[in-house]
Protein backbone atom coordinates (compact mmCIF):
# COMPACT_ATOMS: atom_id res chain seq x y z
CA UNK A 1 0.00 0.00 0.00
CA UNK A 2 1.29 3.28 -0.93
CA UNK A 3 2.22 5.72 2.24
CA UNK A 4 1.12 8.99 1.58
CA UNK A 5 2.51 11.71 3.68
CA UNK A 6 1.93 15.25 3.90
CA UNK A 7 3.78 18.20 4.95
CA UNK A 8 3.69 20.35 7.16
CA UNK A 9 0.23 18.56 9.32
CA UNK A 10 -0.81 22.76 10.17
CA UNK A 11 0.27 25.65 9.02
CA UNK A 12 -0.20 29.31 10.31
CA UNK A 13 0.18 32.11 7.64
CA UNK A 14 -0.62 36.05 7.40
CA UNK A 15 -2.93 36.97 4.72
CA UNK A 16 -1.14 37.88 1.44
CA UNK A 17 1.83 35.41 1.92
CA UNK A 18 2.61 32.45 -0.46
CA UNK A 19 2.17 29.02 0.84
CA UNK A 20 3.22 25.91 0.00
CA UNK A 21 1.81 22.08 0.82
CA UNK A 22 3.86 19.06 0.02
CA UNK A 23 2.42 15.54 -0.71
CA UNK A 24 5.11 12.89 -0.95
CA UNK A 25 4.13 8.75 -1.41
CA UNK A 26 5.96 5.65 -1.25
CA UNK A 27 5.02 3.79 -4.57
CA UNK A 28 4.61 5.12 -8.55
CA UNK A 29 1.34 6.43 -9.04
CA UNK A 30 -0.82 7.45 -11.98
CA UNK A 31 -1.91 10.24 -11.01
CA UNK A 32 -2.97 12.76 -7.73
CA UNK A 33 -5.74 14.64 -6.62
CA UNK A 34 -5.89 17.58 -4.34
CA UNK A 35 -8.54 18.46 -2.13
CA UNK A 36 -10.07 21.23 0.39
CA UNK A 37 -12.41 20.55 2.71
CA UNK A 38 -13.60 23.61 4.81
CA UNK A 39 -14.40 23.99 8.49
CA UNK A 40 -17.55 22.90 8.09
CA UNK A 41 -16.57 19.78 6.80
CA UNK A 42 -17.63 20.08 2.56
CA UNK A 43 -15.09 18.85 0.83
CA UNK A 44 -13.90 20.62 -2.81
CA UNK A 45 -12.00 18.91 -5.49
CA UNK A 46 -9.28 21.48 -6.47
CA UNK A 47 -6.94 19.39 -8.92
CA UNK A 48 -6.30 16.25 -10.41
CA UNK A 49 -2.64 15.66 -12.22
CA UNK A 50 -0.51 13.10 -13.83
CA UNK A 51 2.43 15.28 -14.57
CA UNK A 52 3.71 18.71 -15.18
CA UNK A 53 1.47 21.98 -13.26
CA UNK A 54 -2.14 22.80 -12.84
CA UNK A 55 -3.35 26.21 -12.46
CA UNK A 56 -6.70 27.70 -11.33
CA UNK A 57 -7.02 31.22 -10.13
CA UNK A 58 -4.27 31.68 -7.31
CA UNK A 59 -4.28 28.06 -6.76
CA UNK A 60 -1.32 25.92 -8.50
CA UNK A 61 -0.48 22.48 -8.19
CA UNK A 62 2.58 20.77 -9.53
CA UNK A 63 3.64 16.51 -9.56
CA UNK A 64 7.48 15.06 -10.17
CA UNK A 65 6.82 11.85 -10.59
CA UNK A 66 9.91 10.40 -10.62
CA UNK A 67 10.84 12.11 -7.31
CA UNK A 68 7.16 10.45 -5.72
CA UNK A 69 6.24 14.97 -4.84
CA UNK A 70 3.51 17.03 -5.50
CA UNK A 71 3.38 20.55 -4.16
CA UNK A 72 0.11 23.23 -3.77
CA UNK A 73 1.05 26.34 -3.95
CA UNK A 74 -1.83 29.64 -2.85
CA UNK A 75 -0.30 32.79 -3.90
CA UNK A 76 -1.59 35.91 -2.27
CA UNK A 77 -3.42 33.75 0.67
CA UNK A 78 -6.55 34.92 2.13
CA UNK A 79 -8.91 34.31 5.39
CA UNK A 80 -11.11 32.19 3.02
CA UNK A 81 -7.99 30.06 2.24
CA UNK A 82 -8.22 28.08 5.85
CA UNK A 83 -9.30 24.70 5.53
CA UNK A 84 -7.58 21.29 5.79
CA UNK A 85 -5.92 20.35 1.98
CA UNK A 86 -5.68 16.59 1.50
CA UNK A 87 -3.82 14.92 -1.59
CA UNK A 88 -5.38 11.19 -2.71
CA UNK A 89 -3.04 9.19 -4.76
CA UNK A 90 -4.36 6.81 -7.47
CA UNK A 91 -2.78 3.30 -8.58
CA UNK A 92 -4.15 1.43 -11.60
CA UNK A 93 -3.33 -1.63 -13.74
CA UNK A 94 -4.24 -4.13 -15.12
CA UNK A 95 -7.90 -3.94 -13.93
CA UNK A 96 -7.31 -2.90 -10.21
CA UNK A 97 -6.61 0.10 -8.70
CA UNK A 98 -5.17 1.38 -5.19
CA UNK A 99 -6.78 4.37 -3.64
CA UNK A 100 -4.70 6.10 -0.81
CA UNK A 101 -5.50 9.67 0.62
CA UNK A 102 -3.04 11.62 3.17
CA UNK A 103 -4.22 12.54 6.11
CA UNK A 104 -4.34 16.27 5.57
CA UNK A 105 -2.87 19.77 6.28
CA UNK A 106 -4.64 22.27 8.47
CA UNK A 107 -4.16 25.96 6.95
CA UNK A 108 -5.34 28.94 8.91
CA UNK A 109 -4.81 32.10 7.42
CA UNK A 110 -4.68 35.29 9.61
CA UNK A 111 -5.74 38.72 8.38
CA UNK B 1 -29.14 22.19 -9.50
CA UNK B 2 -28.23 21.30 -5.94
CA UNK B 3 -25.09 18.98 -7.03
CA UNK B 4 -25.28 16.20 -4.30
CA UNK B 5 -27.26 15.64 -1.03
CA UNK B 6 -26.96 13.12 1.66
CA UNK B 7 -29.56 12.47 3.99
CA UNK B 8 -29.53 12.68 7.08
CA UNK B 9 -26.77 14.92 8.15
CA UNK B 10 -26.43 13.09 11.91
CA UNK B 11 -27.61 10.29 13.31
CA UNK B 12 -27.15 7.99 16.51
CA UNK B 13 -27.53 4.46 16.37
CA UNK B 14 -27.30 1.70 19.03
CA UNK B 15 -24.74 -1.38 18.48
CA UNK B 16 -26.98 -3.49 16.12
CA UNK B 17 -29.66 -1.33 14.99
CA UNK B 18 -29.64 -1.16 10.96
CA UNK B 19 -30.02 2.08 8.80
CA UNK B 20 -29.36 3.43 5.21
CA UNK B 21 -27.77 6.80 4.09
CA UNK B 22 -28.84 8.38 0.86
CA UNK B 23 -27.23 10.05 -1.19
CA UNK B 24 -28.82 11.57 -5.00
CA UNK B 25 -27.28 13.81 -7.27
CA UNK B 26 -28.92 15.67 -10.18
CA UNK B 27 -26.14 15.56 -12.31
CA UNK B 28 -26.49 13.19 -14.17
CA UNK B 29 -23.23 11.24 -13.46
CA UNK B 30 -22.46 7.54 -14.25
CA UNK B 31 -20.04 7.28 -11.04
CA UNK B 32 -20.93 7.43 -7.46
CA UNK B 33 -19.06 6.75 -4.50
CA UNK B 34 -18.70 6.39 -0.24
CA UNK B 35 -16.24 7.04 1.95
CA UNK B 36 -15.81 7.40 5.70
CA UNK B 37 -13.22 9.77 7.53
CA UNK B 38 -12.07 9.07 10.70
CA UNK B 39 -9.73 11.21 12.90
CA UNK B 40 -6.66 10.44 12.22
CA UNK B 41 -7.17 7.86 9.23
CA UNK B 42 -7.88 10.31 6.70
CA UNK B 43 -10.68 9.48 4.07
CA UNK B 44 -11.32 5.51 2.64
CA UNK B 45 -12.95 4.44 -0.01
CA UNK B 46 -15.78 2.02 0.86
CA UNK B 47 -17.47 1.48 -1.95
CA UNK B 48 -18.25 2.52 -5.51
CA UNK B 49 -20.44 2.28 -8.40
CA UNK B 50 -20.03 2.43 -12.26
CA UNK B 51 -22.88 3.00 -13.45
CA UNK B 52 -27.01 2.53 -12.53
CA UNK B 53 -27.59 -1.73 -11.54
CA UNK B 54 -23.56 -2.28 -10.65
CA UNK B 55 -21.37 -1.98 -6.90
CA UNK B 56 -17.88 -2.47 -6.34
CA UNK B 57 -15.94 -2.85 -3.09
CA UNK B 58 -13.48 0.09 -2.01
CA UNK B 59 -10.84 -0.63 0.48
CA UNK B 60 -13.07 -1.05 3.60
CA UNK B 61 -16.09 -2.81 2.44
CA UNK B 62 -17.26 -4.71 5.65
CA UNK B 63 -19.57 -4.32 7.29
CA UNK B 64 -21.87 -2.24 4.48
CA UNK B 65 -23.67 -2.93 1.64
CA UNK B 66 -25.02 -0.60 -1.32
CA UNK B 67 -27.50 -0.44 -3.50
CA UNK B 68 -27.71 1.79 -6.64
CA UNK B 69 -30.81 0.87 -8.44
CA UNK B 70 -31.87 4.71 -9.53
CA UNK B 71 -29.11 6.52 -11.96
CA UNK B 72 -29.47 9.45 -9.27
CA UNK B 73 -29.14 7.74 -6.16
CA UNK B 74 -26.32 5.50 -4.16
CA UNK B 75 -27.53 3.65 -0.76
CA UNK B 76 -25.20 2.87 1.98
CA UNK B 77 -26.85 0.34 4.28
CA UNK B 78 -25.17 -0.77 7.58
CA UNK B 79 -26.99 -3.82 9.03
CA UNK B 80 -25.70 -4.63 12.42
CA UNK B 81 -24.06 -1.52 13.31
CA UNK B 82 -20.88 -1.50 15.27
CA UNK B 83 -19.36 1.18 17.34
CA UNK B 84 -16.40 0.89 14.76
CA UNK B 85 -18.61 2.38 11.84
CA UNK B 86 -18.44 5.64 14.00
CA UNK B 87 -17.74 8.41 11.78
CA UNK B 88 -18.49 11.03 8.86
CA UNK B 89 -19.73 9.40 5.37
CA UNK B 90 -19.04 11.35 2.34
CA UNK B 91 -20.30 10.77 -0.85
CA UNK B 92 -19.04 11.75 -4.03
CA UNK B 93 -20.37 11.64 -8.24
CA UNK B 94 -18.52 11.82 -11.03
CA UNK B 95 -18.80 12.07 -14.88
CA UNK B 96 -16.25 9.91 -15.60
CA UNK B 97 -14.72 7.28 -13.07
CA UNK B 98 -10.90 8.67 -11.71
CA UNK B 99 -10.63 4.98 -10.28
CA UNK B 100 -9.82 3.92 -14.13
CA UNK B 101 -7.50 7.13 -14.61
CA UNK B 102 -9.74 9.52 -16.31
CA UNK B 103 -8.56 13.10 -14.33
CA UNK B 104 -12.25 14.06 -13.95
CA UNK B 105 -13.60 16.22 -10.97
CA UNK B 106 -15.73 14.71 -8.14
CA UNK B 107 -18.58 16.66 -6.16
CA UNK B 108 -18.51 15.62 -3.06
CA UNK B 109 -21.89 15.63 -0.57
CA UNK B 110 -21.80 17.37 2.73
CA UNK B 111 -21.69 14.60 4.88
CA UNK B 112 -23.14 12.55 7.45
CA UNK B 113 -22.23 12.26 10.83
CA UNK B 114 -22.84 8.84 12.30
CA UNK B 115 -22.44 7.74 16.02
CA UNK B 116 -22.96 4.05 16.72
CA UNK B 117 -23.21 3.53 20.94
Known amino acids: KNEVEQSPQNLTAQEGEFITINCSYS?????LHWLQQHPGGGIVSLFM?????KKHGRLIATINIQEKHSSLHITASHPRDSAVYICAVFEWGAGSYQLTFGKGTKLSVIP | NAGVTQTPKFRVLKTGQSMTLLCAQD?????MYWYRQDPGMGLRLIHY???????AKGEVPDGYNVSRLKKQNFLLGLESAAPSQTSVYFCASSYSTWLAGNLDTQYFGPGTRLTVL
Open chain 1, 49 to 53: LSSGK
Open chain 1, 27 to 31: VGISA
Open chain 2, 49 to 55: SVGEGTT
Open chain 2, 27 to 31: MNHEY
